[in-house]
């Protein structure tokens, strides 16, 4: 009997092939994987390398956005307050000017809106992880400084017209932020500090010029509406970043399935089809264990 030593060959490449696809089938079951190679499925690779991608990218936008959102937050709380105590300013303000008051009384209306004058410039001058929120690009240093050489005192600006923004993943942007002098310094009615100072100013000496302190009145009233009108900017944004992290959020979890899907084994699949390749092997095994056996049979009867 003659046995072809090609056919040994073969059934032992067959055998190596089973023993490579019995490793990566057990692979695939450990680690619930399905391609560990490009070369295993070059297009789902590449599909995974993309859906890897863009889901970074939407984790990227997802930290940005919490820390800008808690950057608004604040920025709309300290406007709030800012409206608080300007409303609270034109209410004394208005009783001063109404002519009953001594000079006593008037002084300490003066005396309480300089202390409102002092609780606005530190809103305006409020900072978020060490960075000042009014200042523009400048947020390094307090936006705004008050200099009381001349009656009334002079309130200036020191950051800049810079107006950040955040880009989301389909290309809109939100604005983050509003330079401070376009809120508290506009010029004319609109200036918040010019309209506090000058008021400040009025009743200092408890003698009132009703004519200019009613001036100095409706001025801040002006300014405390353009106040609220930035402040809606600011809304406005808080809003826009909630509805786009909740669109990337459910993006998020679409991508996160598909690319689940995409790479994930099919459990029961691989454990028929490493059972199969077991059993192969074994089979395999028997068949070259027999030829093998054969041969030297016939070695031996050939040698005697």
């Known amino acids: 009997m003659r046995v072809d030593p090609f056919y040994v060959s073969n059934l032992v490449s067959s055998l190596d092939q089973t023993q490579a696809n019995e490793e990566q089938l057990s692979s695939e079951l450990s680690s619930g994987v399905s391609i560990t190679s490009i070369s295993q499925n070059p297009v789902a690779s590449g599909e995974n390398v993309l859906l890897l991608n863009q ?3 939407d984790d ?3 930290t940005n956005s919490n820390l800008v959102t808690g950057q608004l937050q604040v920025a709309d709380s300290a406007l709030g307050s800012v409206v608080s105590e300007l409303t609270q300013a034109i209410s004394l303000a208005t009783s001063a000017n109404n ?7 008037v002084a300490s209306v ?3 809106i300089a202390g409102i004058l002092d609780e606005v410039q530190s809103l305006a001058n409020t900072s978020y992880q060490g960075q000042y929120i009014f200042a523009g690009g400048e947020t390094s240093a307090a936006p705004f400084t008050t200099s009381t050489g001349a009656s009334p005192a002079v309130t200036t600006y020191n950051g800049d017209e810079n107006i950040n923004y955040l880009e989301l993943p389909n290309g809109q942007k939100i604005q983050l932020n ?4 376009q ?9 918040v ?4 100072n000058a008021l400040v100013a009025d009743y200092s000496s408890g003698t009132v010029n009703t004519a200019q302190a009613v001036n100095d009145t409706e001025a801040l009233s002006t300014a405390l509406n353009y106040v609220s009108q930035q402040r809606v900017t600011i809304d406005n944004s808080i809003n826009q970043l909630s509805a786009a992290s909740s669109a990337v959020t459910s993006e998020q979890t679409e991508l996160t399935a598909a690319q689940t899907n995409l790479m994930q084994a099919d459990i029961p699949t691989v454990s028929t089809q490493l059972s199969q390749a077991e059993t192969q092997q074994t089979a ?5 264990a027999q030829l093998e056996s054969v041969s030297n049979s016939l070695f031996s009867k050939l040698q005697g």
């Not at 500090?193 to 506090?196: D, E, Y």
């Open 178 to 181: 509003v330079p401070g002098d």
């Open 193 to 196: 500090f010019g309209a506090l």
């Open 110 to 112: 003066g005396n309480q």
């Open 60 to 62: 990227s936008f997802t």
């Open 183 to 191: 809120i508290f310094l506009r010029s004319g009615a609109n200036s």
């Open 99 to 105: 002519g009953t008051m001594n000079a006593s009384d």
């Open 284 to 288: 395999l095994e028997d068949v070259i």
């Open 55 to 57: 889901i970074q990218q």
